[in-house]
């Protein structure tokens, strides 16, 4: 049995370069760090006196709470959630992709 790939590749995170590797890929990494990154930028908005490390803290906190409520969700609840927000998505896809008269 062959063991995957690890990618490695280099984010920024509020102004801070990291070399991260992991399994899933390049564009995931990207991705996660861009919402982390995100996050603190958000936190550093209403909260410009804090320092970087618990700006990274609170993001940690935010972030860890909301993958607790997402776990706590009714499996109903969290299918019903994704099925309008793909219902939303082909509606949009619909729409830009309607021949122009």
């Known amino acids: 049995m062959r063991m995957a790939q690890s990618a490695r590749t280099t984010v920024e995170i509020f102004g ?3 070399e991260l ?5 390049s564009e995931h990494l990207e991705e996660l760090a861009r919402y982390v990154d995100r996050r603190m930028r958000e936190l550093a908005e209403v909260s410009p006196q804090v320092d970087t490390a618990k700006l ?3 993001a940690a906190l935010n972030i860890a709470d909301e993958l607790f409520r997402e ?4 499996p109903g609840a969290r299918n019903e959630r994704f099925k309008k927000r ?7 896809l ?3 992709l ?3 008269e």
């Not at 590797?21 to 890929?25: A, F, H, L, T």
């Not at 776990?71 to 009714?74: A, H, L, V, W």
């Not at 793909?86 to 949009?92: F, N």
């Open 21 to 25: 590797r992991g399994s899933e890929g």
């Open 86 to 92: 793909v219902e939303g998505l082909v509606k949009r």
């Open 71 to 74: 776990q706590r969700t009714e």
């Open 98 to 100: 309607e021949p122009h």
């Open 94 to 96: 619909d729409e830009v």
């Open 16 to 18: 801070r370069r990291f």
């Open 56 to 58: 990274a803290v609170l």
